[in-house]
């Protein structure tokens, strides 16, 4: 008896389809009857999840925050100093007290701190 025959081959590569199939199908079977249970138990996935808005308020949109706000997450890249300017402007108008810049590069040449910090 060879070990290593092609006949072997088969056979192990129709046994390991065989496992693969197996399990595809109790895989189909176990999702189907989930599907099932949670449609008569009337449960959704949060992609099906869409609530109806219960909140009543003024229809006037607000511009500026009541209270002065930390913006944690920016990129503010190759700011120089006239751009810092009409940043600034924006974030006052906005009441936003400070921004966290995450664009990892300097955000100004050392002349422009120089003006800037004096």
């Known amino acids: 008896m060879k070990l ?12 390991l389809f065989s496992i ?10 176990s999702y189907w009857s989930i599907d ?7 449960l959704m996935d949060i ?20 209270y002065p706000f930390v913006d944690v997450h920016s990129h503010q890249w190759d700011m120089s100093y ?5 940043l600034v402007s924006e974030m006052d108008s906005l009441n936003m007290g400070f921004m966290i ?11 422009d701190k120089a003006i800037f910090f004096s």
Request: net charge positive; aromatic share 10%.
């Open 20 to 29: 693969l199939v197996l399990v595809l199908v109790v895989t189909g079977i």
């Open 4 to 15: 290593f025959s092609f006949k072997n081959f088969l056979k192990a590569l129709l046994f």
């Open 36 to 42: 099932n249970i949670q449609k008569k138990n009337n």
């Open 82 to 86: 006239t751009n810092l300017k009409k």
């Open 47 to 66: 992609e099906e999840y869409s609530p109806i808005a219960s909140l009543v308020v003024d229809k006037n949109k607000r511009k500026r925050s009541k």
């Open 101 to 111: 810049n995450l664009s990892g590069s300097p955000t100004f040449k050392a002349i």
